[in-house]
C-alpha cells in the first residue's frame, strides 16, 4: 500500500481509495489523481483495499472489476452496504453491457474502460471536489447562522420558532404572568429563562418551582411560606418560593398538577399580589412576574374540572405556545450543529458536523421527545464517536430501525397512541429493558413511562 499526496485540510481534502491488482496502473491512477486536497490511497488486493475503506471512509473509490480473491462487484456490495454515499467507480479491461448494468443497479456510479482514460477519471474528481466545497461553505454558513439565530440560549430559524422569538422579546418588557404551553421537551423553561432575562426585572431572581414534585399537603408552604408551629414539623418560620422571587419571576412549571386549594390561592397571590405565609394572619405584599408552563391541555382539564376557569384566564392573558420538533424539522440542522459543538467542546472531540447518512435518519425520526430527545441522542453520539463527524453507528439502535412511516401495508393510519407505544417499546427494548435510561433517553418522566406502558399492557391482554 502506498499513499500519495499531503493530507492538509482534512475538511476539504477528497479521500480516494484504489484498488487494483494490477500497481502497474495503481500508480498510474494515483500519480493521475495527486493534487492539492486529494489524498490517494492505493490497495493491490481486494481484502486490504476493503480495509481501507473502512478505515479512511474515502468519498470515492476506484476499483478493478477482476481481481483474484474477491470480485470487484462484491467489493462494490460490501462498499455500498457500508455507505451507500460512497461513489464507486468499476474499472474493466472487458466491457459488457450486462455488467455494466448490473454495476449502476448495485450502486455504482461509472463503469469505465481500462487503460482508464484520464480526462474521464479528472472529471469524477473535479466534481467531487466542488461538491466538496459546497458542503464546507454550507457548514460555514450553517454555523454564521447558527449565530444569527440564537435567541438567549434557543436555537431556531423556522417560522414558529422566529414567531415564539418575536412574542418572546416583545412581551418580556410588560407582563406580569405569561403561560407557555408545549409538548415535553420543547423547549418550555429556556423560554420562561429567555422571558425573565429579557424582561426589566432580569437582574432579579428567577426561581423555578416544578408543581408535580410538590407534595399536596406541603404545596402551600413551598409556595408562600409558613410560620413556626403552623403544622407540625413547622419548627422555624419559612419564606416560600413567591417571597424568595420578589422582584423577579416564578416559573411555575407543571401548572396543571397544583392542588385545587392551592390552585385557588396562586389566583389570590395573582389578583392582589398578596401572600399569606401558612398559620400567619398577617398579609405581605409581592412583587413577582408569574410563568406558568405545563405540556398538558388546560382547556380539557377545565371541562373535567381538574382546572381553574378563573385561574386559567388569570395565567393565560399572554399564551406562547411551543411547537413541536416534528412541527419545525427545519430547525434540525441548525439545532444538530449547535449540539454537535456544545458537546465537542464539553468532551474535548474534534467532532465538527454529521455524515449525511446520519442525517437523514435523524430526519425520518418522528422526535416525541422533541428537542430534549436530539440533545441526547447527540449528546450519546459524540461520547461514542471517534471520528470527525457523526455517524449512523453513533446514533441509538431504535433511531438506526426507524420505520420511513408509520403507515401499514394496507393503508391504514396508525394512531399516535399506537405510534407512541410502538417507539417506547423499542426504545425499551434497545435498552435491555432499563426504564430509567428510556425514560431519560425519550426526555419523559418515568410515571409516564409506566403509564404508557401499562395502557399497552391492557390493550394487549385484550382489556383496553
Ligand atoms: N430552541 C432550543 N435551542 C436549543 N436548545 C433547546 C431549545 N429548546 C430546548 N432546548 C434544550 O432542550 C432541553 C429541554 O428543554 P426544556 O427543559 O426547556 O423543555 P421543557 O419543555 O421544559 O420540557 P418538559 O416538558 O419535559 O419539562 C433543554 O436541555 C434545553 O436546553
Ligand atoms: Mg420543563
Redesign the pocket.
Known sequence: MHRVDHENNSDLALRVVAIDDDEQHLKFIATLLSQDNVVVFTSPDSQTGLNLVHAKHPQLVIVDLVMPGMSGMDLLQRIVDFDPAIEVILLTGHYSSESAVEAIQKGACDYLNKPVQAEKLQERVDSLLSELRNRQHCLELENALLDKY??A????RSAP?LETFRRIRRVAQHFRTVL?T????????????ALHEMSPVASGPFVACNCSALVETLAESELFGHVKGAFTGAVQDRAGIFETANGGTVLL??VGELSPAAQAKLLRVLQNQEIQRVGSPSVRRVDVRVIA???RDLRAMIKEQRFREDLFYRLSMVHIT?PTLLERKE?LPM?QQ??IKRFAAQYGKPVRGITRRAQSLLSRYPWP????E??NVLGNACMMTDGEAVDIEDLPEYIRHTEPSEISPEGTVATLDEVERAHVCRVLESLAGNKVRAAELL???RAKLYRILADSDLENSGVG
Request: aromatic letters at 6%; hydrophobic letters at 40%.
Open positions: 440564537q435567541f440560549a434557543m436555537v431556531g420558532m407557555i408545549g409538548e415535553t421537551g420543547t423547549g418550555k423553561e429556556l423560554a420562561a429563562k412549571d407543571e408552563a405545563t405540556h411551543l430547525d439545532l449547535h449540539f421527545g422533541n428537542i430534549r436530539l440533545e426526555g419523559i418522566s
